[in-house]
C-alpha cells in the first residue's frame, strides 16, 4: 500500500517565477491538505481540498492557489515567487468521512533565489 | 484561534534513558485531538501517537506515551529506552472537531540521542 507521494523532491526558482507542486494521497483517502514549513518553524496550513473543491484556507495569498483531481490527487501552485516562499512544502492526506489521521508525504523542497 | 507552544527548543538523551517533551495548547473547543510526530531528517513527517480528549486514559504506543492534562492544557510526550533512531523534530500538534479540520502545529523540539 503507497503511502503519500510528492513530486518534485527538489526545486529551484527564481523570484517572479511560477511553480508546481503535486501530491498523490494515500490508497483509501479523499482528502488532501496543503502546509508550507519554513526552516526551523512547524508547519502552517495553506489549503485543503475534497471533492475537487478547495474546503478550507489558512492564511496565505491567492498566489497560491491548488487542484484536486478525480483521482483525489493534488496540485499547488504559487503565482510571482518572493523570496519567502522558500519552504518545505507537505501534502497530507486523510479520509474525510473517518475523521481519520492525517499522513504525510516527504516533502518539496522548494528554494526561490 | 488555537495555539500549540513547545517551550523546549531543543532537548537531549542518553541511550536507554528516558525523556520527556512538553508540549501546551490553548482551546476553548472541549472535543479535539492532540498528535505527536516525529520529523527525522528524511523530512518525512511521521505520527507517534495520537490522544482523543474525551477519553481520558493516556494514549500509548510501545516505547512513547502521554501525560494528558485536559484541564491545565498540557500534553506531554514521554519516550522511554531511547534509541539512536528517536532523534529527530518532534512537533506537537491540535486538531478541532468535527470533520477534518487542519493541524495546528508547535515550533518543534529538537531531540538528540546520545550513545
Known amino acids: 500500500d503507497a503511502g503519500v507521494t510528492q513530486s518534485p523532491t527538489h526545486l529551484i526558482k527564481t523570484r517572479g517565477q511560477q511553480v508546481t507542486l503535486r501530491c498523490s494521497p494515500k490508497?483509501?483517502?479523499?482528502?488532501v491538505s496543503w502546509y508550507q514549513q519554513a526552516l526551523g518553524q512547524g508547519p502552517q496550513f495553506i489549503f485543503q481540498?475534497?471533492?475537487?473543491?478547495?474546503?478550507q484556507r489558512g492564511n496565505f495569498p491567492d498566489r497560491f492557489s491548488g487542484h484536486q483531481f478525480p483521482n483525489y490527487s493534488s496540485e499547488l501552485n504559487v503565482n510571482a515567487l518572493l523570496l519567502g516562499d522558500s519552504a518545505l512544502y507537505l501534502c497530507?492526506?486523510?479520509?474525510?468521512?473517518?475523521?481519520?489521521?492525517?499522513?504525510f508525504g516527504p516533502g518539496t523542497r522548494l528554494l526561490v533565489l | 484561534a488555537q495555539t500549540v507552544t513547545q517551550s523546549q527548543p531543543e532537548m537531549s538523551v542518553q541511550e536507554a534513558e528516558t525523556v520527556t517533551l512538553s508540549c501546551t495548547y490553548d482551546?476553548?473547543?472541549?472535543?479535539?485531538?492532540l498528535f505527536w510526530y516525529k520529523q527525522p531528517p528524511s523530512r518525512q513527517m511521521i505520527l507517534v501517537i495520537r490522544?482523543?480528549?474525551?477519553?481520558?486514559q493516556n494514549a500509548t504506543e510501545n516505547r512513547f506515551s502521554v501525560n494528558f492534562q485536559k484541564a491545565a492544557k498540557s500534553f506531554s510526550l514521554k519516550i522511554s529506552d531511547s534509541q539512536l533512531g528517536d532523534a529527530a523534530m518532534y512537533f506537537c500538534?491540535?486538531?478541532?472537531?468535527?470533520?477534518?479540520?487542519?493541524?495546528?502545529f508547535g515550533k518543534g523540539t529538537r531531540l538528540s540521542v546520545i550513545a
Open positions: 497530507a492526506s486523510s479520509a474525510l468521512q473517518r475523521e481519520e489521521t492525517q499522513y
Open positions: 490508497s483509501g483517502h479523499d482528502t
Open positions: 481540498y475534497y471533492e475537487e473543491e478547495e474546503r
Open positions: 482551546t476553548s473547543e472541549s472535543d479535539y485531538y
Open positions: 490522544q482523543e480528549a474525551y477519553k481520558q
Open positions: 500538534a491540535y486538531r478541532s472537531l468535527p470533520g477534518n479540520t487542519p493541524l495546528v
